[in-house]
């Protein structure tokens, strides 16, 4: 009998002991879409109409924003083309297994092609930049193919402190000029996506213009091209483009609304944790580090 009270109070202990390791344990790290849920206005910005296009197709709308601030003399030309309807009517003519999506001119090597009309026919190489002044948010991980790796403007880029430069990386939705042989053979009449694994040895060897910023969907599942470098080889097989047009240039009826989740934020930096180490139940151990090019930048409707 002398007992129950001795048991009683060990349980009462335990108890204690219990909640109070309870309430002494760090909090469950928050999920991209919690960090999100409780994300404040802020957080997001909207696109530039003049920095913006949309490449409009038969299956929808793929939006793609510019990146003057790193090709200028290309994303000038790009508007220009846009603004004169150059795209419109043209096709996407190429489509390689993990790699890219190209669109512009299909006519043969030789044959004539559409008149540039306003824009220029050469361009110099816009591969880099200076890092002097430019805004970048800078993530930790270590990177294969650069001294340092962030995202500038809300782009995935590169720099190297040594050489003073900074470049655009090609993750998957880069948007670049296809060019020749030569480094300047490019005018931003030829456009590509890449859409598989990040290429990154193209880094400053081709001039990126961009990036897409929702759409992808509609380009990704495009039929791969039979012919060499994933080029179709029959006109039947190219997917017509309808218009690609400057946001700015287009009413304000028919614009889709966008915003983008800013890069250079604290709350940024909680979602990229949150992918760099996951913790939720499926993972068992952390991964510690996260590729430039699995960053998630993600994209919403403006709340009403």
């Known amino acids: ?54 490449l409009d197709l038969d299956a929808g709308r793929v939006i793609i924003e510019l990146a003057p601030d ?29 790699y890219v999506v190209q669109w512009g ?23 880099d930049r ?33 050489e003073n430069k900074a470049w655009l990386a090609h993750c998957y939705g880069a948007v670049g000029a296809g060019r020749d042989v ?5 005018n931003g009449a030829e456009l ?13 060897n081709i001039t990126l213009v961009g990036r897409v910023v929702q759409g992808m969907e509609l380009l990704s599942v495009m039929p791969r091209g039979t012919g060499p470098l994933g080029f179709y080889e029959k006109a039947e097989q190219r997917a017509p483009i309808k218009a690609i047009r400057l946001v700015s240039e287009v009413p304000e009826a028919e614009r889709t609304p966008l915003q983008v989740l800013r890069t250079d934020t604290a709350l940024f930096d909680r979602v990229v944790e949150s992918r760099r180490n996951r913790r939720d139940d499926w993972y068992k151990r952390p991964a510690g580090h996260i590729d430039l090019c699995n960053v998630p930048i993600p994209v919403r409707k403006p709340p009403a």
């Not at 590509?192 to 400053?204: A, E």
């Open 192 to 204: 590509y996506v890449v859409d598989g694994q990040s290429p990154r040895q193209l880094d400053r």
């Open 130 to 162: 200076s890092s002097k002044g430019l805004a970048f948010h800078a993530l930790p991980d270590k990177d294969g193919w650069a001294a340092q790796v962030g995202f500038s403007e809300g782009f995935p880029a590169a720099r190297d402190a040594k």
């Open 1 to 54: 009998m002398r007992l129950a009270p001795l048991v009683l109070s060990l349980a009462a202990a335990l108890a204690a002991a219990s909640a109070s390791a309870l309430e002494s344990a760090p909090p469950k790290p928050k999920t991209m879409q919690e960090l999100l849920d409780a994300s404040q206005a802020s957080d997001w910005r909207t696109l530039d109409p003049a920095r913006t296009l949309y």
């Open 105 to 127: 001119d299909p006519a043969e090597e030789g044959q004539p092609r559409k008149p540039l009309g306003g824009a220029k026919a050469h361009l110099p190489a816009e591969f």
């Open 182 to 186: 030569a480094a300047d053979s490019s």
């Open 70 to 98: 790193f090709a200028p003399e290309h994303v000038a030309n790009i508007r220009t083309l846009a603004r004169e309807g150059y795209w419109d009517g043209l096709s996407i003519l190429r489509s390689q297994d993990n």
